[in-house]
């Protein structure tokens, strides 16, 4: 059973009410996973014995601290998914582990981005995920940035600009019939391809689509500046996830569009002459190398 309230539901509570005015048991009886007897039995102790709901819910042994989490970082605007949610992939951790060791490390990435980099007196919001080479988990580190992102209040996008092997539509279970490739072929626009995360509120995804013979081609389009001036008015966090950046130019072309960029690196794993050189060439490009990261 999907336990994160569906997109009606989501949608008819931001509409009438909010959902940070919705109460823990409102929110548990849409998503399913609380009853109207249930609830009742609660709301009585509740009152007889002075104690919050989700007390009241743990002691009589209708709801498990998991449920009461879940329910209050909707009243919080903080969602997240409980783990039998099947809607995205495992990968995407800060969806479901929000407080988990690796989590509040890409809350401290997060921090260190938005001083320097997402401030408000620069006005920049795009910024390029790249690597060296592939399998150093560039896809699953933008995904779970931008998800942290979304859970700041930002409204974020993920663009997924690897035109070669592109992930972000599997890690998000995704259609990916229509995405950038299209767009830049100029068979759809931004509106028309990007996918809203309903269970993650302020997140979207622009996957990929369909593979192209020519990459490089595409990315020097017209069409690729025109779509990203559209983003930047209807966001305030725009993350891109790029192709390995020492065996393709697409990802400095995609770097450079978004002014700057984060390297990352494996442990154990990436050769630093390769981290060197593609250092080198996003600041040959005009590209700021905001940071690096290390995935372990």
Known sequence: MNIAPPEPIIARATQHQGLASRSIGAILMDAGRLSADAAESIIKLQKEEG?????????????????????????????YLLPDDKSIGEEVIAAFKPFSPMVEQLRALRSQLMLRWFDDMSGKKMLALTSADKNEGRSYIAANLAVVFSQLG???????ADLRNPRQHEIFKLGNRDGLSGILAGRSNLDEALIRIPNLLGLSVLPAGAV????????????????????QRQFDVILFDTTAGAEYADAQMVAAR?????????????????????????????TVVVGSVLNG
């Open 51 to 79: 104690l919050r709901f989700g007390d009241a819910a743990i002691r009589l042994g209708l709801l498990s601290e998991a449920d009461v989490r879940f329910a209050l970082s909707y009243q919080f605007e903080y969602p």
């Open 154 to 160: 930002e409204r974020t996008l993920l663009i997924d």
């Open 212 to 231: 192209p013979p020519n990459p490089q081609e595409l990315l020097n389009r017209p069409q690729f500046t025109n779509m990203l001036e559209a983003a």
């Open 258 to 286: 978004a002014g700057g960029a984060v390297v990352l690196s494996r442990k154990n794993f990436t050769r630093a002459s390769r981290l060197r050189d593609l250092t080198s060439a996003l600041q040959h490009s005009g």
